[in-house]
């Protein structure tokens, strides 16, 4: 079966720590560019970063970057996202998403992972 | 950054008739040397996660309805919903994947009149 299934998300501190995982089945992991893109409650859709297929080129938005790393690991078909110095406004439904090559649109969607940041 | 700005943000449309959501990219994301636009819609049904509709302005997902099309190229784009069925209520996107950061539009909710 084709899918994306994320874990890790929950309830941290302002200023902690939290790894998201996005487990892929049913397709080649290692071909495809691989995308977290994020909802706050009620909002619209955030994109955070990318990782190309082999890890070698990745990108961040400014809102994340030097807090959040995006990585991937192709032997277990498994996507990450390290989020660090969590603030309140990260608050939001993390997804990962997969496009068939670096740039292209997201042909895959996981159900998404609530991250919730409060004291 | 490319600045990704829809319009309407919510529309109400009787049941069959045609929807227009519109979206405008604050630069060109024609690529010259393929003559591709770099522009996706997608559908976001409540509780839901984005589903892909159209790539590249214009061409159709594998199994989206036909009743689903794109158009437009440069820096303006259109989405069309030709006949309006009651399962298409959601929140439509467009998004950028010319240049990183790979933004999306606001959104337009689409509801039945």
């Known amino acids: 079966q084709v899918q994306l299934v994320e874990s890790g998300g929950g309830v941290v501190q302002p200023g902690r720590s939290l790894r998201l995982s996005c487990a892929a089945s049913?397709?080649?992991?290692?071909?495809?560019?691989m995308h977290w893109v994020r909802q706050a409650p009620g909002k619209g859709l955030e994109w955070v970063a990318v990782?190309?297929?082999?890890?070698?080129?990745?990108y961040y938005a400014d809102s994340v970057k030097g807090r959040f790393t995006i990585s991937r690991d192709n032997s277990k078909n498994t996507l990450y996202l390290q989020m660090n110095s969590l603030r309140a406004e990260d608050t939001a439904v993390y997804y990962c998403a997969k496009s068939p090559s670096y740039y292209s649109g997201f042909d895959l969607w996981g159900q998404g992972t609530l991250v919730t940041v409060s004291s | 950054d490319i600045v990704m700005t829809q319009s309407p943000d919510s529309l109400a449309v009787s049941l069959g008739e045609r929807a227009t959501i519109n979206c405008k990219s604050s630069q060109s994301v024609l690529y010259s040397t393929n003559y591709k636009n770099y522009l996706a819609w997608y559908q976001q049904k409540p509780g839901q996660p984005p589903k892909l509709l159209i790539y590249w302005a214009s061409s159709r997902e594998s199994g989206v309805p036909d009743r689903f099309s794109g158009s437009g190229s440069g820096t303006d784009f259109t989405l069309t919903i030709s006949s309006l069925q009651a399962g298409d209520v959601a929140v439509y996107y467009c998004q950028q994947y010319y240049s990183t950061p790979f933004t999306f539009g606001q959104g337009t909710k689409l509801e039945i009149k």
């Open positions: 049913g397709f080649t992991f290692s071909s495809c560019g």
């Open positions: 990782v190309s297929y082999d890890g070698s080129n990745i």
